[in-house]
Nanobody, 125 residues
Framework: QVQLVESGGGLVQAGGSLRLSCAASGLILPNCDMGWFRQAPGKEREFVAA????????YYSDSAKGRFTISRDNAKSTVYLQMNSLKPEDAAVYYC??????????????????WGQGTQVTVSS
């Protein structure tokens, strides 16, 4: 049974940092492309960042670029999202997702096969 479990969310002041973790089980992480998405109240889920399985290529949304960093530790079956200089508009539920298919279009949520339950990030102004 595949499980993706996010952690590390919480309340932080604007300008602060958080590191989200996504622990994967039931799948072989080196065989997966991994992504982070987020969904704020009343809004659609949106792409944040992704990292490819083989070359570790990284992809970011415009809002995340320069502030967020995605990384992976295959030995620990964990993917991370380091978020710096957080803004109130970053507040959302953050989801981890895994793609096991050969084709990968990182920004499209339909490309991902497995999803976590999400972790809440709240940013106070």
């Amino acid at each position: 049974q595949v499980q993706l479990v996010e952690s590390g969310g919480g309340l932080v002041q604007a300008g602060g940092s958080l590191r989200l973790s996504c622990a994967a089980s039931g799948l072989i992480l080196p065989n997966c492309d991994m992504g982070w998405f987020r969904q704020a109240p009343g809004k659609e889920r949106e792409f944040v960042a992704a990292i490819s399985r083989s070359l570790g290529l990284k992809y970011y949304s415009d809002s995340a670029k320069g502030r967020f960093t995605i990384s992976r530790d295959n030995a620990k079956s964990t993917v991370y999202l380091q978020m710096n200089s957080l803004k109130p508009e970053d507040a959302a539920v953050y989801y981890c997702a895994a793609n096991i298919a050969d084709e990968f279009r990182p920004r499209f949520e339909g490309e991902y096969d497995y999803w976590g339950q999400g972790t809440q990030v709240t940013v106070s102004s």
